[in-house]
């Protein structure tokens, strides 16, 4: 969150006392908090967004609007927030899996995997996002796009984060 300074520059105010006055209706309102050393810190409130049902995605149906609950999408997609980040997709290996070229993925860091996993992994000193695929003791990495074939590592495999979401703005 912004600091006072920082509210100044961005509302071109020249008064602090202002900017107290507008931090506490923000606070009023429930939209931001204030920490133990005052600063500014947004509340669960400020992240929310409505649910307000369902869709059909099949033939047709009527429905209703009416809100559900609200969800946090820090809260629903991201798990470990100090071990999550994300990245943006180049390339089109994994088309087949929904990802695309300038998708956003969410992944958190882990260094294993289950077999079949989305992973983020350095294989012989080149990092790249692929199934993890393991039999036995055989480890490798699959695209999701026929036009690619298997990765057998030569010297290294590592995963460095696994697949939490994709993000998709249309």
């Known amino acids: 969150m912004p600091t006072y300074s920082e509210m100044l520059n961005l509302f071109g105010l020249k008064s602090k006392n202002a900017i107290s006055k507008i931090v506490q209706k923000l606070v009023d309102a429930g939209l931001v908090a204030k920490d133990h050393l005052g600063r500014i810190v947004p509340t669960k409130s400020f992240r929310e967004i409505p649910l307000l049902g369902l869709v059909t995605a099949g033939l047709p149906a009527s429905v209703e609007e009416e809100l559900h609950d609200t969800i946090d999408l820090d809260d629903f997609l991201i798990g470990k ?5 994300m990245l943006e997709v180049d390339g089109d290996s994994m088309i087949e899996a929904h990802i695309e070229k300038g998708d956003h993925v969410l992944v958190e860091r882990r260094n294993q995997a289950k077999d079949k996993e989305i992973v983020i992994a350095e294989v012989d000193g080149e990092y790249t996002m692929k199934y993890f695929r393991e039999m036995g003791e055989k480890k490798w990495l699959e695209p999701a796009n026929k036009n690619y074939k ?4 030569e010297s290294s495999l590592n995963i460095i984060a696994i697949l939490k979401a994709v993000i998709r703005k249309y």
Request: proline content about 22%; overall charge neutral.
């Open 150 to 153: 298997p990765i057998y590592p």
């Open 81 to 85: 927030k100090e071990l999550t980040y």
